[in-house]
Nanobody, 125 residues
Framework: QVQLVESGGGLVQAGGSLRLSCVAS????????MGWFRQAPGKEREFAAA????????YYVDSVKGRFTISKDNAKNTVYLQMNSLKPEDTAVYYC??????????????????WGQGTQVTVSS
């Protein structure tokens, strides 16, 4: 049974920072690409960032480039999302996902076979 558990969300002022964590169990993330998606109220879940299986490449949606950094700690079986210079439009529930073996499109929700329960990030202006 694969489980992903996110933490680190909260309320922060615009310009502030947060670090989200996603601890995996039942799957060794060093062999899988991992991603972060977000969903604002009334909107569809959207891609935010992803990292490939060996951490050699990271992917970001344009709106977070230069502000967010995704990373993996294989020893802790954990993926992180460091979020700096936060903006009110970053407010959303953030979900961690694990890419299905053999899938290459890290931008698509359909490529992910496991998701965490989500963590709320609220950025006040």
């Amino acid at each position: 049974q694969v489980q992903l558990v996110e933490s680190g969300g909260g309320l922060v002022q615009a310009g502030g920072s947060l670090r989200l964590s996603c601890v995996a169990s039942g799957r060794t993330i060093s062999s899988y690409a991992m991603g972060w998606f977000r969903q604002a109220p009334g909107k569809e879940r959207e891609f935010a960032a992803a990292i490939n299986w060996d951490s050699s490449r990271a992917y970001y949606v344009d709106s977070v480039k230069g502000r967010f950094t995704i990373s993996k700690d294989n020893a802790k079986n954990t993926v992180y999302l460091q979020m700096n210079s936060l903006k009110p439009e970053d407010t959303a529930v953030y979900y961690c996902g694990s890419v299905r073996s053999g899938s290459r499109d890290v931008y698509a929700t359909s490529s992910y076979d496991y998701w965490g329960q989500g963590t709320q990030v609220t950025v006040s202006s």
